[in-house]
């Protein structure tokens, strides 16, 4: 069955456009702790969507479960994977680097994404994940129109912490969390700060590591 992300994929990929200062302020806190990404590291987008951030952060792979939004995907260059994050078809150890922007509120089995998620990353290998904090004005904006927006209806927003305890359980350990988008978005007109922490923005992007005490 189609879902709205295979329906509306074209107008999903416009808001980008129309929103271009928000995708600018959230591609600079993900920058802020991806930094380069080096030519030999192997880099995959988990939630890939149609491959803005994917493109914007020179990320290899892409995977969705979204048909309609890979084909966009991958005319934007990036080698691409229908599968869904609970299930990664990819062999344990095989990434350096695994990025997830604003998918972890889609997630059916949390425990099981980011469980795939250690696998599938060599030992001191890095997640980054972006999200709607649940606890921000944002997140609470988003849930107060949830049904309202075709894209998010059946979402599950989440907070920091209960993120940090999925990750803590999968033995992914945080490095740094950094925040942005401070205003409401139709306020932003410039590419918003990023500053160290979470509480005040919307979106946070949380950077951990893969324990060493990898079996």
């Known amino acids: 069955m189609k879902t709205s992300f295979d329906l509306h994929a074209l107008e999903y990929d416009s808001w980008y456009d129309e929103h271009s200062k928000v995708f ?11 930094g380069h990404i080096h030519p030999e590291q192997r880099s995959i987008e988990i939630g890939v969507g149609t491959g803005r951030f994917a493109e914007g952060l020179h990320i290899t792979y892409g995977l969705d479960t979204s048909i309609e939004m890979l084909k966009i995907t991958r005319e934007r260059k990036i080698i691409c994977t229908q599968a ?26 949390p425990h099981q994404a980011f469980s795939e998620v250690y696998r599938i990353l060599k030992p001191d290998g890095r997640l980054v994940l972006g ?3 649940r606890n921000s004005e944002l997140g609470k904006t988003y ?30 350990r945080e490095v740094t969390t950094v925040q942005t988008l401070f205003r409401p978005l139709g306020m932003i007109e410039n590419a918003e700060p990023v500053k160290y922490g979470y509480g005040e923005g919307g979106f946070v992007v949380i950077s951990a590591i893969k324990e060493k005490h990898d079996s």
């Open 131 to 133: 999200m709607i904090d």
């Open 24 to 34: 600018d302020s959230e591609l600079a806190a993900i920058n802020k702790v991806l």
């Open 84 to 109: 869904v994050a609970e299930n990664l078809p990819f062999k344990e150890k095989s990434f350096d680097i695994v990025l997830m922007v604003t998918v972890a509120c889609f997630l059916t089995n």
């Open 143 to 172: 849930e107060k129109k949830q049904q309202e927006n075709r894209f998010y209806r059946y979402a599950r927003f989440r907070s920091v912490e209960e993120i940090s305890e999925f990750l803590h359980e999968a033995c992914l």
